[in-house]
């Protein structure tokens, strides 16, 4: 029995992105870095923020990501 919809199984990869300048940049640098070795990726959880204060002011931008990929084959 064909079914018109594909099922899809996933592997999750978990990533940590920084940044000096901002939460978002973090994310695109932890995704747009992984994306040079892992293809089919489809999807990512933020799961964790922190950052690094320095003289009392925010320095520095930590993104830990779970980014879901499709699994080859």
């Known amino acids: ?3 018109a919809e ?3 199984v996933y592997k999750i990869l978990e990533l940590v992105g920084s940044s ?3 939460i978002d940049d973090a994310i695109k640098n932890a995704v747009s870095r992984a994306s040079k ?3 089919e990726m489809k999807w990512f ?3 964790q923020t922190r950052g690094h204060i320095e003289n009392g ?3 520095h931008y930590q993104v ?3 980014v879901g ?3 080859e084959g």
């Open 6 to 8: 594909k099922d899809h």
């Open 45 to 47: 959880e933020v799961v």
């Open 37 to 39: 070795t892992v293809r």
């Open 20 to 22: 000096e300048t901002s």
């Open 64 to 66: 830990t990501l779970r």
């Open 1 to 3: 029995m064909a079914t």
């Open 57 to 59: 002011t925010v320095r």
């Open 69 to 71: 990929f499709t699994l």
